[in-house]
């Protein structure tokens, strides 16, 4: 059972769906032609680019097609997802000192289209999605951060954090717990990236953390033209998959290997 995992998509479902195509996981309707393959998004599905809600409602459906085959389709929340959901149900609650999770969305690359038709099946879709997961031996997360143990001590007890930040619509939390998540790069050499990687892999599971949210272009100085597909870095222990679409970078589907018994 193959898996794959794609980084930010930002809205560009059209590069999603050629990318999809090209890997064999999508059939010229858009029907889902992995079989048993698993597909996994790591967030910031929306802002910045044309589509956000058609890139929510793709993966919604193939979420479906790909179970009825045996196959699984998964997402982790973003920032940006959190963004676009709390602009909607709580757009006053503060992010910083000055400013408003609205306008973080808007400054952000928000768009208005995307806000207005975040409609209740949306919205609920987004509110019950993981931060965490654990695949095989893959920690899919979505920020390059230790900002998640800020949630819980593991990833069930994570999830059901950020779960919960969801349905409360809390004011005074909703936008700084939103704030964490924009935290990035901590995985780096100059941070103790291997250190905290290390931390993060002992806490919650799994071998390498996968991630997307940090671009590779902005990551490690590669022009976005130049990106040809993940970067592995923390002595082996991180691995960096957001192209950086929104820059000008391909829609890369990335397979990651099955793991080698102990
Ligand atoms: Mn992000």
Redesign the pocket.
Known sequence: MTLYVVG?VHGHLVPLTQALRVTGLLDAQGGWTGGDARLWFL??LTDRGPDGLGVIDLIRRLQGEAAAVGGEVGCVI???DMLLYGSRFVPASPVTEVRTIVQVWALNGGQEHDLEGLDEQRAAWLAALPAVALVDDHLLL??DTLAYLEFGPTIDEINATVRTIMREHDERTFGRNTRLLFRRFEFLEHNDGVANARRLLDSLGGRQIVH??STIPETFGVAPSAVRGPVTYAEGLAMAVDTGISLGAPCIIVPLPTPQPA
Request: charged content about 20%.
């Open positions: 930010d967030g910031d973003g920032n940006h979505h920020a997307g949210h």
